[in-house]
């Protein structure tokens, strides 16, 4: 249960309750919270890619960096009417975890606020990672649920994603279809 100390990284009313409803018997989906970072998630993400050596301190610090990124900007205070949308952030990291609380899957939708559309707003859905011993249990189908019913919720006009070939059946059974190439520049 999160708590004053242990925010949600975004309202948790922003996941689909219909989605919540059809996850696997003991398994919960909510909003990253600070104390995740003890629950297993760079486990889960490691599934997916390199992680690094992060501390429990630059772990805190992100967290905090995303909670805040985009809340206030051209909101309310500064007189600015934005369509409607409410005043979300821009960083919106769900979990699942199984009964114990370890995290055993995570996925993300990024809010990128545009000039273009009237000032709409594309959804990126990054870091789609279920745990090894869990995979085949339809949590990667539930998370992607999770995070097209956000996105839209916020008001994004679309979500899109990148994925390897060897996935794209997968995204294509979640109701995606190509719609272009990838093309990456790799610094470092």
């Not at 369509?83 to 769900?94: D, I, N, Q, T, W």
Request: with cysteine; net charge negative; proline share 4%.
């Amino acid at each position: 249960m999160a708590s004053p100390t242990d925010p949600p990284l975004f309202p948790p009313h922003l996941i689909s309750p219909s989605v919540l409803a059809d996850l696997p018997t003991g398994y919960t989906m909510r909003p990253l919270r600070k104390s995740d970072y003890g629950a297993g998630i760079l486990d889960v993400l490691r599934v997916l890619t390199s992680v690094g050596d992060v501390s429990r301190e630059r772990w805190e610090g992100r967290f905090e960096y995303m909670r805040s990124c985009g809340r206030g900007l051209g909101g309310a205070e500064e007189g600015v009417e934005l369509g409607g949308e409410e005043e979300y952030g821009m960083y919106f990291v769900l979990v699942v975890c199984e009964e114990g609380g370890r995290v055993v899957g995570t996925g993300a939708v990024i809010v990128e606020r545009k000039f273009i559309h009237n000032l709409g707003m594309v959804g990126h859905i990054e870091d789609i990672a279920v745990a090894a011993d869990q995979q085949g249990k339809r949590l990667g189908l539930r998370i992607i649920q999770a995070l097209d019913w956000l996105a839209e919720r916020v008001g994004c006009y679309k979500t899109i994603l990148d994925c390897s070939e060897a996935n794209e059946g997968f995204y294509v059974k979640c109701g995606y279809k190509r719609a272009g190439l990838e093309m990456a520049h790799y610094y470092g």
